[in-house]
């Protein structure tokens, strides 16, 4: 089976095509080695980093931007964003704080100074 | 009147790394002035990634990029006046600001302009209908969302396919609105391909091209909006126009460089980049204030945008120290065919190498750009596709400039 594939990791966005045969993937027209992992990833267990926000409870800045440290498995982002609504965080935070631990393998960080 | 080398407007991307370059080279008396209570400008409200992989060699958010830029600026204790609002800067460079505390007038050997870009409006779109409630420039949104905690509905039309609509159809989504539609005006997006992947196939949500909403619906809120396809000269195609029921539509349409101050100030402006006109160092045509960043002309990439920045802080240290003396001979800049713009719109021609910016005027597969003053070329590029939505590069050797003479004109040929 032969799929065309838009690289996503840089603002480049090479095409690409992969060529799956049973468990081997061959990828073709990638600038770089990220875009060939991409492409293999995107054939056999498609990732995603999910960024969003989670409530603050006690600064006038009311929002926390955050992400996942690693991608996700692209059909968990709903779940992902279910679980972040459920938290609130008090400031002070850091970038790269624990916002929480073990979501699907990875865990979510603070990505702005809330002081 | 209080005194300071170089006085910095706008503390975004552009401000930050303008300062920061100037210090590194020897001027430390720099200040900075932003009417936020923080610095960073709207990349405090860009919290999706995909920032500085040129820059910096790793992924981040948009406040993670500008947290690297605001951490260098407090090493080096540049002062900030925090929610001070610049409201002239005059030819001899006298700025004048107001915050709390009243209005403060500070005389600048050097001035550097970084007040980034706002949004098209609805008002400059002429969209017909009523004005109900619901209707949302994309980027004031993108706010609302990410930095207020307020979501701002629930089904949602997003028109223009620009990376801001993009990143706001996939943070709608996320956030479990249903995104109807997202329709661009032209035959083909303004975004970068990745953003269509990661924020429209990712979430199924349809993209609509030439086409665009040509009426509102909706009293107190909206109710939905009247799209229709248009012809090659955008016009509305008749019997093609359907309802699209919604309670929220973004507006994604465009960018305008913040320049009042600069024309207040009578700085030339390029009619095309909606920006001043400025050589390699980012000067303007008013010796002694210079200008980088989205109020120069609209980037895609922040990362471009530090680097520019980083040419103006140079470049205003360097008058600064030397003064008249860094004015050399010019040599002016064109866009020939297929080229939108260029900047820098003239540049000295003894300075080092200098690299020219530009946007074409449509998309083209594989092209070779060339570069010619007179009857000399002066380089060649070629790209395996070009879009209007993607800025180029092309570097001129100091060892070819240094004998041009003439205009210096850019143009395409698509191969
Ligand atoms: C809504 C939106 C989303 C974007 N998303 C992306 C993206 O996803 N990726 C990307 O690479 N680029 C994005 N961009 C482009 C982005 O704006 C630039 O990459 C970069 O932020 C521009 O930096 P800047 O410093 O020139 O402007 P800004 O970041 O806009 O900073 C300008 C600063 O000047 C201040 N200012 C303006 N006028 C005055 C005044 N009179 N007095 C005092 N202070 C003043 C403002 O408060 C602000 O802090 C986006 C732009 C917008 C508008
Ligand atoms: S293959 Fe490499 S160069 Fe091409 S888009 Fe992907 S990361 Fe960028």
Redesign the pocket.
Known sequence: MERKITCIICPRGCPMTAVIEGDSVKVSGHSCPKGEEYAINECTNPVRTVTATVRVDNRRDVMVSVKTENPVPKGSMADVMAQLRKITVQAPIHIGDVVLEDVFGTKIVATKEIL | MKKHAIVI?????????AAVAAYDRGVTDVVI????PR?????Q??I?N??GLHKLGRELT?PEYADVYAQQVAERNIPVFYE????SVSPDRVVT?RNREGILKIQAEAVIL??????RSRGALNICGTRPAGIY????A??LINCDGYMVGKRVVILGSG??GL?MARRMSLEGAKVEAVCELMSYSGGLTRNIVQCLEDFGIPLYLSTTVVQIHGQKRLEGVTVAQVDENRRPIEGTSRFIPCDTLLLSVG?IP?N??TQVCGIPMDPVTGGAMVDERCMTKVSGIFA?????H????????SDE?ERAGKGAADFVREGKASEGAYLQTKAGKGVRYVVPQQLRKDTGDVDLFMRVTQPFGKVKFTVTAGDKVLAVAKRLKAAPGEMERITLKQALLQDAEGTVTVELEEL
């Open positions: 407007v706008g503390g975004g991307p552009a401000g930050m790394a002035l932003d009417r936020e610095l960073g400008g709207i990349l409200q860009c999706h995909g920032f948009g001070t609002m610049v409201t600001a970084a007040m980034g870009c706002r949004e420039s994309a980027g004031t993108q706010k990376d801001i990143i960018l913040e009042e101050l980088c960043g989205n109020v120069l609209v980037h895609d990439l922040v990362d471009y945008v920045a």
